[in-house]
């Protein structure tokens, strides 16, 4: 394909995507920015994925302001992912367990008064509804996505979660590696040369990355603040576009996100904050962050 061609086809691309913007927008019902809210709490709505709740607490803290958040969960509904991409919800993006597992986390921090099951709560933002809106989600940041919704914003550089260390991880790097969004070409076996190497994360996904990293340990966890206080407490912490990254986001950890190429929508923003695409780029990006540890 010569240059004249591919200049064709990305201006056509272009267009195309201008369009259905344009027509999208024509649709769309804007959300009420300005909702009265009662009984000095703010309620939101959110189905999930769980990623994508932590990403939108930034959106919620300013929403709320000075009033304590409610968050009503969404359970059962159908997942968002193609049947290629592996999710342990089994076809779900959020059961009763997922909000089991996440409501301590959520109530940790001091402006969370409620997280439970949506039922038939009073609902002051829906959360879901950035869904109607006609952009691409494949990019841009996750948490303005509901920036973009609302008309607000955030110091994003700055930690939206606080958990108290799990100092026993303190010479650990701990990692987590979805089946979903992995880069090609991006291999861990390098670390299986450092002696304390620790995954979280699901018992199917450990075992296949115990393949490349053979001393590799397991810590599962009742809860996710317990899994928060892991990635708090860790050396530094390596994941990619998935849950436990957007934990270590929140939390401001060093960290390390393997960016899916085809879908880059998580930007690490803050001190000790990268993402790598490329094998030796993340060996180095590994060195940095051990340097970095030792500095603590």
């Known amino acids: 394909m010569t240059i004249f061609e591919r200049l064709y086809i990305a201006v056509f691309k272009e267009k195309a995507?201008?369009?259905?913007?344009?027509?999208?927008?024509?649709?769309?019902?804007q959300p009420d920015l300005y909702p009265s809210t009662e009984d000095g709490a703010v309620h939101f709505k959110h189905f999930g994925l769980i990623g994508d709740i932590i990403y939108a607490i930034p959106a919620m803290k300013a929403l709320?302001?000075?009033?304590?958040?409610?968050?009503?969960?969404?359970?059962?509904?159908?997942?968002l992912y193609k049947k290629?991409?592996?999710?342990?919800?089994?076809?779900?993006?959020?059961?009763?367990?997922s909000v089991e597992m996440l409501a301590p986390l959520l109530l940790a921090q001091p402006e969370f008064a409620v997280v439970d099951i949506l039922k038939d709560q009073r609902i002051d933002y829906d959360l879901d509804e950035f869904r109607n809106f006609p952009f691409d989600y494949n990019t841009n940041h996750i948490c303005r996505w509901y920036f973009h919704m609302y008309g607000?914003?955030?110091?994003?550089?700055?930690?939206w979660l606080k958990v108290t260390p799990d100092t026993r991880f303190k010479d650990?790097?701990?990692?987590?590696?979805?089946?979903r969004y992995r880069a090609p070409g991006i291999r861990y076996d390098f670390l299986a040369a450092y002696p304390h190497v620790t995954f979280v994360g699901l018992k199917?996904?450990?075992?296949?990355?115990k393949k490349a990293i053979p001393g590799l340990k397991h810590q599962p966890v009742n809860n996710f603040l317990e899994f928060a206080q892991i990635i708090a407490g860790a050396r530094f912490f390596i994941g990619n576009q998935s849950f436990p990254f957007a934990v270590a986001e929140g939390l401001k950890a060093?960290?390390?996100?393997?960016?899916?190429?085809?879908?880059?929508?998580v930007i690490p923003e803050g001190k000790d904050?990268?993402?790598?695409?490329?094998?030796?780029?993340?060996?180095?990006?590994?060195?940095?962050?051990?340097?970095?540890?030792?500095?603590k």
């Open 273 to 295: 904050a990268y993402d790598f695409l490329y094998q030796p780029q993340f060996e180095k990006v590994v060195k940095e962050l051990e340097r970095l540890s030792m500095k």
């Open 254 to 265: 060093r960290r390390a996100l393997e960016l899916c190429f085809e879908c880059p929508n």
């Open 17 to 29: 995507r201008r369009a259905l913007f344009t027509k999208g927008l024509a649709r769309v019902e």
């Open 84 to 97: 290629s991409m592996k999710h342990p919800n089994q076809g779900k993006i959020l059961t009763e367990k």
């Open 204 to 209: 199917e996904e450990y075992e296949d990355m």
């Open 152 to 159: 607000i914003t955030a110091d994003l550089g700055q930690p």
């Open 172 to 179: 650990d790097i701990v990692i987590a590696r979805s089946f």
């Open 64 to 79: 709320a302001g000075e009033k304590k958040i409610h968050l009503h969960l969404q359970i059962n509904q159908k997942t």
